[in-house]
Structures are given as structure tokens and as C-alpha cells.
Nanobody, 115 residues
């Protein structure tokens, strides 16, 4: 059994910051990478950022590049998403994805940015 749990979402004004966390636990090993996706009402889920577990290499969507930083704590099987200069269009449910040959998703955490 593998659990993926996100936290840190909330309501913030435009220009503000939030830090999301995602912890993977249970029978999980050999993580390849962890990533964040988001989904707004009426839209498809979209990629936000990814970090490779061994090397720490990162990849960002153009829409968040320069405003968002993904980082990891290998010992805790945890990934973080620091989001700055938030915009109303960043409002979405943010999902954590863990890959180790299998694909695991969390339940999501709501981020709401008010204008």
C-alpha cells in the first residue's frame, strides 16, 4: 500500500506565496521522480513541475517558470512546491504524482488565489 498526501494549500491574495508539501509513504521504493500537476474547474489536469529523485534535476511548465521552485527531501520521501507571486489563474487543485515504475497520485490540495 502506498500513500501520497499533499498539504499546504489555502487561500492567498494575488502576489502572495504558498508552500505545498507531498509525502509518499508505505511500500514505496526506488522513486524515479515526483511531480506536481494542477486542475482548474472545466480544464484538464496540467503539468506544473517535476524533480528527478536521484539527480535533483527539475522541469517546470512555462506558465510557472520563475515563480515556482520544486525541491525534495529524499530521506522523508517528500517533495515541496514553493509558489511565489501567485496569480488568480494559479487557482486549482494541486496534485502530487510519484513514479517508481508505477504511478501514484494524491487526493489533491486546493489553492485559491484571490484578486
Amino acid at each position: 500500500q502506498v500513500q501520497v498526501v499533499e498539504s499546504g494549500g489555502g487561500l492567498v491574495q494575488a502576489g502572495g506565496s504558498l508552500r505545498l508539501s507531498c509525502a509518499a509513504s508505505g511500500r514505496i521504493s526506488s522513486i524515479v521522480d515526483m511531480a506536481w500537476y494542477r486542475q482548474s474547474p472545466g480544464k484538464e489536469r496540467e503539468f506544473v513541475a517535476r524533480i528527478t529523485w536521484s539527480s535533483g534535476n527539475t522541469l517546470y511548465a512555462d506558465s510557472v517558470k520563475g515563480r515556482v521552485t520544486i525541491s525534495r527531501d529524499n530521506a522523508k520521501n517528500t517533495v515541496y512546491l514553493q509558489m511565489n507571486s501567485l496569480k488568480p489563474e494559479d487557482t486549482a487543485i494541486y496534485y502530487c504524482n510519484v513514479r517508481n515504475g508505477y504511478n501514484y497520485w494524491g487526493q489533491g490540495t486546493q489553492v485559491t488565489v484571490s484578486s
